[in-house]
């Protein structure tokens, strides 16, 4: 009689689950890696796109969103001067996921743009 014995075939399947599980919760961490990259990447171009408009630092507002289109975003600004005569510090924190998940992007810009 030829076959596999019980014995070879339980530690066939326990190899096999071994493995699977291996791969499916290497997939499931990559995959919420990605997610956080995305969210991550999304608030960085937001953030830079507020510090690349010329007009952004003269505003009064120093909180908001950057509603329609990214409403969870939130973005909120600060302006204080530096040691380096006649430059003022911009830092714009964004923030999104309900403010558990935080960025600060700092910019130097001269005084007279205020």
């Given at each position: 009689m030829?076959?596999?014995t019980l014995l070879e075939v339980m530690i066939a399947l326990a190899i096999t689950?071994?493995?699977?599980?291996?791969?499916?919760?290497?997939?499931?961490?990559?995959?919420?890696?990605?997610?956080?990259?995305?969210?991550?990447?999304?608030?960085?171009?937001?953030?830079?796109?507020?510090?690349?408009?010329?007009?952004?630092?003269?505003?009064?507002?120093?909180k908001g969103d950057f509603a329609p289109d990214h409403p969870d975003h939130k973005w909120e600004r600060e302006i204080t001067k530096t040691e380096i005569?006649?430059?003022?510090?911009?830092?714009?924190?964004?923030?999104?996921?309900?403010?558990s998940k935080r960025l600060s992007l700092v910019q130097y810009a001269p005084q007279d743009v205020q």
């Open positions: 030829r076959g596999f689950a071994g493995v699977l599980l291996t791969v499916i919760s290497s997939v499931n961490y990559h995959l919420s890696r990605i997610a956080a990259d995305t969210e991550e990447t999304t608030a960085v171009l937001l953030g830079r796109a507020k510090l690349e408009d010329p007009e952004f630092a003269k505003k009064a507002e120093k005569p006649g430059f003022n510090m911009i830092r714009l924190t964004v923030t999104w996921a309900h403010d």
